[in-house]
């Protein structure tokens, strides 16, 4: 597996140098704004037509209550959790952040996904018990938004059962409005439906400088951009994830340290902007994307969130955030990703799936939340197949050159365990 290990010299002399070197103070005229310690009521937006009032960055997935409560700290009020992060462990982290806090003042998302997502069994009533029991983790009454997770089919939107445990739960007071997130290969046909049935109040999406298509010379998702911007005309909220190739990637870059770069958050403010904020501040400059949502690892991953969320898109942005991409690339998948591995793989791998769960082993330390992920696929879907695999088919339909079968087989090996 390649490490794509570049040292300052190498990495600032690529190109990624001179987009830095644009931001820095007295040199292209340009001045970095300095990022306040937290992010103040007066940054947030409101949230399309939940109606609520929100930090243009959202908390997400966390290994400890820790980063959560440090997060509401520093002004974040969005939180999202799921029953599948680390089996609703994440969600009682969330409950420890919203204690002593007003509840008026944070807004919360919780996803839903078995017997939904795609093969369509769950009951009503059943997602309602199990609403219930989210409820309890969180230690509140009620949630701002539940939302149906990971989307692979278009059908999964209107599908009665959630809709109806929806409409029940509205009526108790349970619920404020209505989500559902992709990041599947099929996501023009999935967002474009969730906006066609307008019956959601947000849309949570995968989306990236990387997203139109013009990094790897891959086809992209050129008509994303046009369905955020018809979600805007509707009123419905847009927050988005997988702003990069891994949420940490730590072994990008190496030589870190005071005057290096550290591409994913910021080190020595005024010289260095951090690769995820440049890509954050990237993604939330289109004025039909309302939020950024963010993996909180610690400190650093917090002021880069707070850093993303209070200052503005400035040039060298674009270029800074594409270069990590470049430097990571074949250290993991592009995400949205249409998937052609696993179009051409013979035994239906699903390869999207395991390469997304690989990257949240290697690059996010989520050890356990990335085991747990592998071990809901279907058996026939996972990459023991790899293992003995002569095709190799996955290797040539890869437009990005990612090693393909050598990343299935480590995730394999690292996540069946």
């Given at each position: 597996m390649p490490t794509h290990k570049i040292d300052r010299?190498?990495?600032?002399?690529?190109?990624?140098?001179?987009a830095v070197g644009a931001s820095m103070p007295g040199e292209g005229g340009q001045v970095l704004p300095s990022a306040p310690a937290r992010i103040e009521p007066s940054d947030y937006i409101t949230l399309g037509r939940t109606g609520a009032r929100v930090s243009r960055v959202a908390a997400g997935l966390s290994l400890g209550s820790e980063a959560l409560i440090a997060s509401?700290?520093?002004?974040?009020?969005?939180?999202?959790?799921?029953?599948?992060?680390?089996?609703?462990?994440?969600?009682?982290?969330?409950?420890?952040?919203?204690?002593?806090?007003?509840?008026?003042?944070?807004?919360?998302?919780?996803?839903?996904?078995p017997g939904l997502q795609n093969e369509l069994t769950a009951t009503a009533e059943d997602v309602i018990r199990r609403f219930h029991t989210f409820l309890e983790w969180l230690g509140t009454d009620y949630i701002d938004c539940m939302l149906i997770?990971?989307?692979?089919?278009?059908?999964?939107?209107?599908?009665p059962a959630w809709l109806e445990a929806y409409r029940r739960l509205r009526i108790q007071g349970r619920v404020r409005s209505l989500g559902a997130s992709t990041h599947d290969p099929k996501l023009h046909e999935i967002v474009a439906k969730t906006i066609e049935t307008n019956l959601y109040d947000l849309i949570l999406v995968a989306y990236n400088p990387t997203t139109e298509g013009d990094l790897y010379g891959s086809p992209g998702w050129p008509r994303l951009p046009k369905l955020l911007e018809e979600a805007k005309a509707r009123n419905i909220a847009v927050s988005t994830m997988k702003i990069m190739i891994g949420a940490v990637a730590a072994d990008?870059?190496?030589?870190?340290?005071?005057?290096?770069?550290?591409?994913?958050?910021?080190?020595?403010?005024?010289?260095?902007?951090?690769?995820?904020?440049?890509?954050?501040r990237w993604v939330l400059d289109n004025p039909n994307v309302d939020v950024v949502q963010y993996t909180m690892t610690g400190p650093g991953t917090i002021a880069a969130a707070v850093e993303s969320g209070t200052t503005p898109y400035v040039g060298g942005d674009q270029e800074l955030a594409?270069?990590?991409h470049r430097f990571a690339s074949g250290a993991g998948c592009p995400i949205p990703c249409s998937a052609p591995c696993r179009t051409a793989c013979p035994a239906d791998v699903a390869i999207d799936d395991v390469l997304r769960y690989g990257m949240y082993y290697d690059h996010d330390g989520l050890h356990r939340q990335a085991r747990l992920e592998y071990a809901s696929l279907p058996v026939e879907n996972r990459a023991s197949l790899c293992l003995t695999c002569e095709s190799q088919a996955c290797l040539s339909a890869c437009p990005e050159g990612v090693p393909v079968s050598a990343l299935t087989r480590r995730a394999h090996a690292q996540l069946s365990l």
């Amino acid at each position: 597996m390649p490490t794509h290990k570049i040292d300052r010299r190498s990495f600032i002399g690529t190109g990624l140098g001179a987009a830095v070197g644009a931001s820095m103070p007295g040199e292209g005229g340009q001045v970095l704004p300095s990022a306040p310690a937290r992010i103040e009521p007066s940054d947030y937006i409101t949230l399309g037509r939940t109606g609520a009032r929100v930090s243009r960055v959202a908390a997400g997935l966390s290994l400890g209550s820790e980063a959560l409560i440090a997060s509401a700290d520093a002004g974040i009020n969005y939180f999202d959790t799921a029953e599948i992060y680390l089996d609703g462990e994440h969600a009682k982290m969330v409950g420890a952040a919203l204690t002593g806090r007003p509840r008026k003042d944070i807004f919360v998302s919780a996803k839903f996904q078995p017997g939904l997502q795609n093969e369509l069994t769950a009951t009503a009533e059943d997602v309602i018990r199990r609403f219930h029991t989210f409820l309890e983790w969180l230690g509140t009454d009620y949630i701002d938004c539940m939302l149906i997770h990971n989307v692979q089919r278009p059908e999964a939107l209107t599908n009665p059962a959630w809709l109806e445990a929806y409409r029940r739960l509205r009526i108790q007071g349970r619920v404020r409005s209505l989500g559902a997130s992709t990041h599947d290969p099929k996501l023009h046909e999935i967002v474009a439906k969730t906006i066609e049935t307008n019956l959601y109040d947000l849309i949570l999406v995968a989306y990236n400088p990387t997203t139109e298509g013009d990094l790897y010379g891959s086809p992209g998702w050129p008509r994303l951009p046009k369905l955020l911007e018809e979600a805007k005309a509707r009123n419905i909220a847009v927050s988005t994830m997988k702003i990069m190739i891994g949420a940490v990637a730590a072994d990008a870059v190496s030589g870190l340290g005071p005057d290096a770069i550290d591409p994913n958050d910021i080190v020595a403010r005024g010289k260095y902007l951090g690769a995820r904020v440049a890509a954050s501040r990237w993604v939330l400059d289109n004025p039909n994307v309302d939020v950024v949502q963010y993996t909180m690892t610690g400190p650093g991953t917090i002021a880069a969130a707070v850093e993303s969320g209070t200052t503005p898109y400035v040039g060298g942005d674009q270029e800074l955030a594409r270069a990590y991409h470049r430097f990571a690339s074949g250290a993991g998948c592009p995400i949205p990703c249409s998937a052609p591995c696993r179009t051409a793989c013979p035994a239906d791998v699903a390869i999207d799936d395991v390469l997304r769960y690989g990257m949240y082993y290697d690059h996010d330390g989520l050890h356990r939340q990335a085991r747990l992920e592998y071990a809901s696929l279907p058996v026939e879907n996972r990459a023991s197949l790899c293992l003995t695999c002569e095709s190799q088919a996955c290797l040539s339909a890869c437009p990005e050159g990612v090693p393909v079968s050598a990343l299935t087989r480590r995730a394999h090996a690292q996540l069946s365990l």
